[in-house]
């Protein structure tokens, strides 16, 4: 009888096995030739190398699965064992709208056709500006773009960035010490990724800085690559910070730079970066624009009427 270790890189066994074990339990159903045991990111098996090999092969596909939408269930599951394609990726195929799967198995999709051209632009191009007005969903999908991206192994990491201006405050009178005064204008980035990444690995993720969430002064002198690099409430970034950080792009990386120019928060004697960059970039070969309106507005719907009120009033 031979033996063999294996272990577990990419997800959090609780995650792989499910509750009470209901997944492994599925695995020695399936092999009852093999004796497999797990403890914490090992597993354990004895028996036919043959038997081993095809256990290999199906826990690669679950992983796999399990990395790309969060959860499977037991159709899936069976639709694994059986070769057959399973339910979550012939969803992914019939629907081009759909981005990725998030916690519970949680679709994120483009909910607007501006949403969707997006999606399509940053797939031929490799800087997009997404441009438009308050809960438009431009920072919501450019962090699911960027995830995606992660899950699939086409980048390394993640950079998320944001301008540390807002409504004319100052970091220096904000109590704590710099992470503490830098998280508050971060928070609608990470309650993006918490509705895509599993929490443990989303910690795990930070600490290890494969995804680095920071203001854009920390970009200066740095080659980004193998990345996707978001620049949120880029309004708000002067002309100088934004050619900063747009000149700080490495090989096989992406830029996604969103904004409202409605709602600059400089100074008034400081112009936007934004405001430049719509001028002097828009003919460049590989940057995009997408101009994003109220109609693709997804929070309440109230919020529509808000946005049109103030646009009439100028």
Excluded at 227 to 256: C, H, S, W
Aim: no cysteine; proline share 4%; charged share 25%.
């Amino acid at each position: 009888m031979n033996s063999r270790e294996l272990l577990i890189e990419d997800i959090e066994p609780a995650q792989l096995w499910g509750s009470h074990n209901k997944h492994l339990k599925t695995f020695q159903t399936h092999f009852p030739k093999l004796k497999i045991l797990s403890r914490g990111h090992n597993i354990f098996l004895s028996g036919d190398d043959t038997e081993m090999n095809i256990f290999e092969e199906k826990l690669e596909k679950l992983t796999t699965h399990l990395n790309r939408y969060g959860s499977i269930g037991d159709v899936q599951m069976q639709a694994l064992f059986s070769g057959m394609i399973t339910e979550s990726e012939l969803l992914t195929t019939e629907n081009s709208d759909v981005i990725l799967h998030g916690n519970g198995g949680k679709i994120i999709r483009a909910k607007t056709p501006n949403q969707l051209k997006m999606v399509d632009l940053l797939a031929k191009n490799d800087i997009l500006f997404a441009i438009g007005p308050a809960g438009t969903g431009k920072t919501y999908t450019a962090v699911a773009l960027a995830v995606k991206a992660l899950k699939n192994k086409e980048i390394k990491r993640i950079i998320l960035a944001r301008p540390a201006v807002e409504a004319g405050e100052s970091l220096g009178f904000l109590p704590g010490d710099l992470k503490e005064k830098i998280d508050p204008y971060l928070r609608p980035l990470y309650d993006a990724l918490d509705d895509m990444i599993q929490p443990e690995k989303l910690k795990q993720f930070i600490e290890t800085r494969v995804i680095e969430i920071a203001p854009m002064a920390f970009m200066r002198g740095r080659t980004l690559d193998n990345a996707y690099v978001i620049l949120d409430e880029a309004q708000n970034a002067t002309d100088l910070q934004l050619k900063m950080f747009l000149t700080r792009m490495g090989p096989n990386a992406k830029f996604i730079i969103t904004g409202d120019l409605t709602q600059i928060d400089l100074p008034k004697k400081q112009q936007s970066g934004l405001v430049k960059a719509v001028n002097i970039l828009e003919n460049i070969d590989g940057i995009v624009f997408q101009y994003l309106t109220y109609e693709d507005v997804v929070r309440h719907k109230l919020v529509k009427d808000i946005i049109k009120a103030y646009d009439k009033n100028g």
